[in-house]
């Protein structure tokens, strides 16, 4: 069967088929993918028993389907088209052939380090392509992939290596972003060196910069030293359907960062429909997605989908305002890209600089323009339409998040109707349901809600790493029988559904999610800090920032607080988590059982210092006055 939805109608026959009985409709799905065995069954398990399993009894090896696949047909076709942050620096390219080879020389060179089936593997590195080849070297071994986005410090790294017990740890001796240098290697080390006992046991450090760094003996290895050795012949790892294929580290409302774990066989088929459906390619067409591959996104739309798809994906190592915000803009040109995705926030961010640097290029390569990770705005909208796809690239708004291993809500490009703004509609197989205050579900049309998934897909993560219990509560015990989302979302008088931002304590900044409690906590080990509270306010370029109250001992004066908040956080979390503003407070709205009034500071957060509702709980009525006295 070919699985690509071609009209509307096909569209409205795909998802009555993947309700009525999603068994056959996925399991014909399947079938034009490349098994070792088949399955026993397509779908087992349930929400409520949290042990769903797709295509139980299947074996296979996604690289296979990611690559070896392709070789006959299009072993000569770009794979990877590489663009590094320097514009002067020549662009690479790898064809299927190419990557194939690099994957599977890179998979000999973990494999005679120890890496066997099972075992963790963490990638700190930059957006090099041996950061995609690892990512697919460790699928081809069967290891687990932990990808750790370069941004994070030495301490958040530590964290993820310590979580998942990773063997062994590959990175770079530095990355370029834009004018700055990312230490990676050192910050590596401190990790390393921050850990009481250390699972890694090799350290294989790919060379970028050319920096000096150092290398311990017995422990660090070079990666051009082992790849030079390593044969280009691996038959991949027979894995089952249910085996880990990664594990990646998201923010929640509480506690540390969960490890998000997804499995084989429902990720591949979740990441390559998806991806085909969505973003409609054709065989020539060229896929830019602007991502890191630290994130989902980049796992899920820059590396596998567009692979198991046969089609030609771009990495981009740098930023998007480097050597100017024209940019991107150039890389379109250059490479011709026809399908472009990225971020709301970059868009806001370059709709606010020159036209110039937009109008300088042609940008008439392009058919299909994609948004991700947070709400778009109607300005932002309309700009990217306008000033971007010229009025006749349809935009793609997809809605998913890292625990859905692929995108739930989205038009298909040019075949379903896509509206400013709204997600629009559910992919086959997504049945979402709109919950209300007493966690019942909201039947009409045109409402508003909580966002629930009420049946499986394949791309569902599966646990929290080593804390299953976790994921049962986090996801599956607010609304009994559904996945909970933690968003909020709006239904439109023709069902289309556009998705409004978190429900919980958990902030979108710049299209990153971080926790509030993670940033409290990490504030919290100032010795001079009493308490704090994390909240977001709107942001015109990040859609939110981040505000903090903090409650500070008087041994250092506000601005020098403010400073030491700013090292602190940097050190525990990364500079991505810095907070915009910091107000040293004398106290924090506190009911009678110790609750923080957190509605009350996300009002002042966002400068808006009338109707603050009830405060009769207040233990203390008369700090809310004094708060918003202080407010910045
Ligand atoms: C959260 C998930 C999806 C991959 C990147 C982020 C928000 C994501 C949209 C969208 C409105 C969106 C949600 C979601 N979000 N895409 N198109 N429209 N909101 O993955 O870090 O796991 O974050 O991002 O709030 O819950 P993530």
Known sequence: ????????????????????????????????????????????????????????????????NCLDRHLEERGDKVALIYEPNDPNEPALEYTYKQLHTAVCKTANMLKAQGVEKGDRVCLYMSMVPELMISVLACARIGAIHSVVFGGFSAHALAGRIEDC???????????????????????????????????????????????????????????????????????????????????????????????????????????????????????????????????????????????????????????????????????VDKHKITHFYTAPTAVRALMACDPSFVTNNNLDSLKVLGSVGEPINAEAWHWYNKSIGKEKCPIVDTWWQTETGGILISSLAGVTEGKPCFATLPLPGVFPALMDAEGKVIEERESEGNL??????????????????RFKQTYLSAYPGSYFTGDGCKRDADGLYRITGRVDDVLNVSGHRIGTAEVENAIGQHPDVIESAIVGFPHDIKGQGIYAYVIASENHSPEEMREEILKVITEEIGPIAKPDKIQIVPGLPKTRSGKIMRRILRKIAAKEFDNFGDTSTLLDPSIVDKIKDGAL
């Open 1 to 64: 069967m070919d699985w690509k939805i071609k009209s509307l109608e096909e569209y409205a026959l795909a998802y009555q088929e993947s309700r009525s009985n999603p068994e056959l409709y996925w399991g014909k799905v399947a079938d034009t993918f490349k098994w070792n065995k088949k399955w026993e069954s397509v779908l087992s398990g349930s929400i409520e028993d949290a042990n769903i399993k797709w295509f139980d009894g299947a074996e296979l090896n996604i690289t296979e």
């Open 165 to 331: 017990d990773c063997k062994i740890l590959i990175t770079n001796d530095a990355g370029h972003r834009g004018e700055k240098i990312i230490h990676l290697k050192d910050i590596a080390d401190k990790a390393l060196d921050d850990l009481d006992n250390s699972p890694v046991q090799k350290v294989i450090v790919h060379k970028r910069v050319g920096n000096d760094i150092e290398m311990k003996e017995g422990r660090d290895l070079w990666w051009h030293d082992l790849y030079k050795e390593a044969s280009s012949d691996y038959p991949s790892e027979t894995m089952q359907a249910e085996d880990p294929l990664f594990i990646l580290y998201t923010s929640g409302s509480t506690g540390k960062p969960k490890g998000v774990l997804h499995t084989t066989a429902g990720y591949m088929v979740w990441a390559a429909y998806t991806f085909g459906n969505v973003f409609q390619m054709n065989e020539e067409d060229r896929y830019w997605c602007t991502a890191d591959i630290g994130w989902i996104t980049g796992h899920t739309y820059l590396t596998y989908g567009p692979l198991l798809n046969g089609v030609t994906t771009t990495m981009f190592e740098g930023i998007p305002t480097f050597p100017n915000p024209g940019r991107f803009w150039e890389v």
């Open 452 to 469: 629930c998934i009420t049946r499986p897909w394949p791309g569902m993560l599966r646990s929290i790493w080593g804390d299953h219990e």
